[in-house]
């Protein structure tokens, strides 16, 4: 058995609030939509990881999830445009990655990082 795609799902009354964060400021493809249950993801090879964490790093919360990005100054920039406060850094860690801590709208803590 080879696993073939993994998914994270959060419940949320208001569907549009996830178009605007993941769709319009990381920029994240509408892939399915079946007006319930919403999609958004990328026709790029990604790595399948899952992870599990007792600390965030650098005593960090651990994130609920993360995101890596190619350009990490856009990716700030689009988020403080959209009012978005950033929780945690930006800061380059030890471990080699540059990243900052935002909250999805539904309240998740979301690492956005760029390995450097």
Known sequence: MKVKRIMSNSAT???DKAAT??????GLDLLMDHGWFRTYGSNEKMTVQV??????GSGTPVPD???EVDDIE???ARFEKASIP???????EPWGVRRFYVRDPFGKL???LQHE
């Open 110 to 112: 979301i690492n956005i």
């Open 51 to 56: 992870s599990f964490a007792s600390e965030g």
């Open 21 to 26: 964060f993941y769709g319009d400021i990381l």
């Open 86 to 92: 950033i929780e945690y850094g930006p800061v380059s």
């Open 65 to 67: 999830l993360s995101i």
């Open 74 to 76: 856009t990716a700030q």
């Open 13 to 15: 009354s208001d569907l």
